[in-house]
């Protein structure tokens, strides 16, 4: 049995019950998995291959394919040669049953291939998922072949489950556990290589790990918090396959978002069933989720990641800093404690903690050097893509990094020509004074920096190198692997805002995975976020830190994209009874004499709202049903 308790899982469910992505969810962060496949023919029924090709193009390339194709007991014995160390995803057994009931096998003692099967999993030392359709719910098959198969598959999936550690049952994308329950496999993450500093007489020691906690929200009466099960568990080194990349350059080709979905969300909020001016401000996430799943009605993020990069620099950038302040709020997220923790508990988020070594000081030369600068890009990247293979539907970025706001500074005036001293945000100290000889001292730091790149290039990576730093660059890196991904990322301080602006030269289509959730008070953000057309949803004023600002209006968005996703149509724009409420919702002009009672293609008339009828419906009618 594997640490987390488990080794085999019997996942049930229905036609498009969502079963094969619960179960490639619990070993998503496998190193590797081989996907059995089960089903025989199709290869003249096109809609039979599509399936087949979407389910391919869901796995990542480090899952490798083996089919069993008419022989059931291939399976069997796949399973009893299984190590120890591997990672076995069958789907799905009703093509197993199938093979077992091939009339070509006939005479054949069906039974005892299931029980053959049963033993098979009971014993085997791999880790082993296997995937079946529940047909104990269905009508009875009016055919002999149709009775045949249920009752094959019915009494395989009960001898299964007897011999599995755990079973879910999964209806429309909702699990429910039947027997015993397994957390899933948390991908590995980490960084690639050591990042050293650029001073070749005073090397740093190799950073750490990333490390991923998942923190619990401070228990409400009654109520029983979820073990943190195997997020809490070491990583490991994870190569860059998800997405395929092999360069990060510019002029990638990354995926954009809808083009039409936000639009027309956007556009059906002003027909809903909301009182007043409806959800005002916040219809600007509600869009943006919208483009981003490529649906008008989206649903709320339900599975975030909070990722904390930490970052440590020298030189007048850090004047004022305390840097054993900043360790202290790093080492409380690595433990899911502190202010983020206590954020991300609420919101049901996990995080992941990256910490980068120190750079140099911006006004004395380049912080970094262009190999460093890549290998961290790289790490950011496998960030974004350790997230998107854990099942997380957002990433909020955080930040807590000694001297990030002048280097972000620095990015914003290299980029767009702003004045630094106009957005270089004041140095706070505790007790909410200022300290402006610390102040002063950054301008510096930043006037001195862009005075010794004047004459330099300004690419991405320059940019990097020369004022932004490793944490910079990683949020970059993992701003483009989301963009790959198709994750959406919440940003809302001086590292994102740096990290998309670079991002969009390497990529122009990553800005438009990002939302800044709240304004904040830094003039550096609200100007950055301005050059990269980011509008804010909320402007509280909130200065809780980067990431914090962001964890602490996620609930409010929840809520806006959740009532965009279930209000019905305002009853006064339906045109009739039962209308779905899917038009424009503009009133018909009955002074227009262009107008015509009747549709070209249709001699029935339109019929007026009938009020009668409206007054006569239960409380229960649902409009657009």
């Not at 995926?255 to 005002?280: H, M, Q, T």
């Not at 940019?463 to 790959?484: K, N």
């Not at 339906?574 to 549709?599: I, R, T």
């Amino acid at each position: 049995m594997s640490e987390d308790r488990w080794n085999t899982v019997l996942v049930l469910g229905g036609i498009r019950s969502g079963k094969s992505g619960f179960a490639e969810s619990l070993i998503s962060g496998a190193p590797s998995v081989r996907y059995v496949a089960t089903a025989v023919g199709g290869e003249d029924d096109p809609e039979w291959q599509a399936r087949i090709e979407a389910h391919q193009r869901r796995r990542p390339q480090s899952w490798t394919t083996e089919e069993t194709g008419a022989d059931p007991a291939a399976l069997t014995e796949l399973l009893r040669q299984a190590g120890p160390g591997e990672t076995v995803l069958v789907d799905d057994l009703g093509g197993w049953v199938a093979s077992v009931l091939n009339p070509a096998r006939q005479p054949n003692d069906d039974e005892a291939d299931v029980a053959a099967l049963a033993a098979a999993v009971r014993e085997t030392a791999a880790r082993v998922v296997l995937v079946s359709p529940e047909v104990g719910l269905s009508l009875v098959p009016v055919t002999p072949v149709g009775r045949a198969f249920a009752d094959a598959l019915g009494t395989t999936n009960q001898a299964l489950a007897e011999a599995v550690d755990a079973v879910a049952l999964v209806v429309a994308g909702q699990t429910t556990w039947l027997k015993g329950q397994a957390a899933p496999v948390e991908a590995p993450r980490t960084v690639s290589r050591p990042i050293a500093v650029p001073t070749p007489s005073t090397p740093a020691p190799p950073p750490p790990p990333a490390t991923v906690v998942t923190p619990v929200a401070e228990p409400e009466p009654g109520h029983r918090p979820e073990p943190a099960g195997a997020l809490s568990e070491a990583t490991m080194m994870l190569p860059l396959v998800a997405s395929g990349l092999t360069e990060i350059k510019p002029g990638m080709d990354l995926p954009l978002p809808s083009a039409d979905a936000g639009p027309d969300a956007r556009e059906r909020l002003a027909g809903l069933d909301l009182p007043g001016g409806g959800l005002g401000a916040l219809g600007e996430a509600v869009e943006f989720a919208a483009a981003t799943q490529g649906s008008v009605t989206p649903r709320a993020w339900t599975a975030a990641r909070v990722v904390v990069i930490g970052g440590r620099r020298t030189g007048g950038a850090v004047a004022g800093a305390d840097t054993a302040d900043v360790e202290r709020r790093i080492a409380e997220a690595e433990l899911g404690v502190g202010l983020i923790g206590r954020l991300a508990g609420q919101a049901g988020a996990d995080i992941s903690v990256l910490r980068t070594p120190s750079t140099g000081a911006m006004e004395d030369g380049p912080v970094t050097s262009e190999q460093e600068v890549e290998a961290a890009l790289r790490d950011g990247w496998r960030l974004a893509d350790a997230a998107a293979d854990a099942g997380r539907d957002v990433i909020v970025l955080a930040g807590i990094s000694a001297g990030v706001e002048a280097a972000a500074t620095a990015v914003l005036a290299a980029t767009t020509g702003a004045e630094p001293v106009a957005t270089l945000p004041r140095v706070q100290v505790p007790g909410a004074r200022f300290d402006d000889g610390a102040w002063m001292a950054r301008c510096a730091a930043v006037r001195d920096a862009m005075h010794r790149i004047r004459q330099e290039p300004r690419g991405a990576v320059d940019i990097l190198r020369q004022v932004g730093g490793l944490d910079v660059a990683v949020a970059t890196g993992l701003l483009l692997g989301a963009a790959a991904r198709r994750t959406p990322v919440l940003v809302d301080g001086p590292l994102g805002i740096a990290a998309g602006l670079v991002a969009r030269d390497l990529a122009s289509q990553t800005r438009h995975w990002c939302l800044l959730p709240e304004a904040g008070t830094l003039a550096l953000v609200k100007q950055g976020a301005d050059v990269l057309g980011l509008t804010p949803v909320l402007q509280v004023g909130l200065d809780l830190g980067e990431g914090a600002n962001a964890l602490a209006v996620l609930p409010v968005l929840r809520t806006a994209v959740g009532l965009a996703a279930a209000q019905p149509v305002h009853p006064a724009l339906l045109g009739e009874v039962g209308d779905d409420g899917l038009d424009d919702g503009s009133p018909d002009d009955d002074d227009d004499e262009d107008e015509d009672d009747f549709d070209e293609d249709d001699d029935r008339p339109d019929l007026p709202f009938n009020t009668a009828a409206f007054n006569t419906l239960s409380p229960r009618t649902e409009w657009g049903a």
